[in-house]
């Protein structure tokens, strides 16, 4: 057995248009550092350096915690049976839809895993998706997915753990986040339980295009279809000025505008022009006093080992 593991994990997007709890995207930051140390004193410990961001370090509330369990359950090992203690430096902000909680389960996935010399992604996605699924209400891959694989992922089957995976076009995404703190659990409470057949057969077809645009590396064509008619309409409420940030989007050069997962982040394609976007989504927010920071991303290449001792 290992000692030591130290991972990175990323941000994701959830949804990307059309694709709610199916489709979503790695980027390449913010990102975690998960360290786990194999110690003597049984048990999970978790500690939060002072650089980072503050979760809870109760193993039963942590998503990194709870699928580091998940995994020692797999191995046939109680949570009791080694000490472990868990060092978590937090870059992606809690509640910000960028799938905070994901990279933390991914992380503590992936470190036990390694630790104990299990290589199966299959395991490490659904115990990730565990630790997610205590943290929003339910268990959804679409953040786990791409942060666990990298690239653009596609959840075919949630049950099977089936997830399709397609390396997205080169292209930077400006992503804004305002000062607002949404909870995954009550953004889903937002999302009607039936859609009308028109909504369905619009989700298809936009879907489709997303589908095409990644395989022809064409981002006009995925701009075009990043819409979305279920989740969008009912949570941009929680979003205070969405309807003016996306107009000044827009105006700035930006081909789509959405809400990143459950949100508040919001993010736009663009060929050019990215930084005035940026500028021009932050300055919109800013009016009616909401404070926001935005920065630019690139797709990323999934969870990493940086190290194992
Ligand atoms: N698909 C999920 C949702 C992602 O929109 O609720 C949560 O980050």
């Not at 109760?58 to 109680?78: D, F, V, Y």
């Not at 404070?291 to 991303?297: L, N």
Request: net charge positive; glycine share 10%; hydrophobic share 40%.
């Amino acid at each position: 057995l290992k000692k030591v593991a130290i991972v990175e994990t990323s941000a994701t997007i959830a949804n990307f248009g059309p694709g709610f709890d199916t489709f979503g995207l790695c980027l390449d930051k913010p990102r975690d550092v998960i360290e786990l140390e194999m110690v003597n004193q049984k048990g999970i410990r978790i500690e939060l350096p002072e650089e980072g961001y503050r979760i809870p370090t109760s193993p039963l509330k942590n998503t990194a915690s709870i699928a580091a369990k998940e995994i020692l359950k797999m191995a046939g090992k109680g949570s009791n049976s080694i000490g472990l203690k868990m060092t978590i430096i937090k870059g992606i902000r809690p509640g910000s839809g960028l799938g905070s909680s994901a990279a933390s389960a991914v992380g503590g996935a992936l470190a036990t895993a390694t630790l104990l010399g299990i290589k199966d992604k299959k395991k490490i996605l659904l115990a990730a998706a565990k630790g997610e699924g205590v943290s929003s209400g339910a268990a959804h891959l679409d953040n786990v997915s791409p942060c666990l694989f990298g690239g653009f992922t596609v959840v075919l089957d949630h049950e099977r753990l089936d997830v399709l995976r397609l390396k997205p076009p080169q292209m930077k995404i400006v992503i804004c986040l305002p000062e607002i703190y949404v909870e995954t659990a009550k953004a889903r409470q937002l999302i009607p339980k039936d859609v009308p057949l028109k909504t369905s057969i619009a989700h298809s077809s936009w879907a489709s295009g997303i589908i095409q645009g990644i395989k022809t590396n064409d981002l006009k064509l995925m701009a075009r279809c990043l819409r979305d008619e279920i989740a969008v309409p009912p949570r941009k409420q929680l979003i205070r000025g969405f309807d003016n940030a996306r107009e000044a989007a827009i105006t700035a050069g930006a081909l789509s505008f959405s809400i990143s997962g459950s949100g508040p982040a919001v993010y736009s394609l663009a060929v050019k022009n990215h930084k005035r976007i940026g500028e021009s989504i932050v300055e919109s927010f800013s009016r009616i006093g909401v404070k926001s920071d935005y920065f630019i991303a690139k797709p990323g290449m999934g969870a990493k080992v940086k190290k194992i001792e």
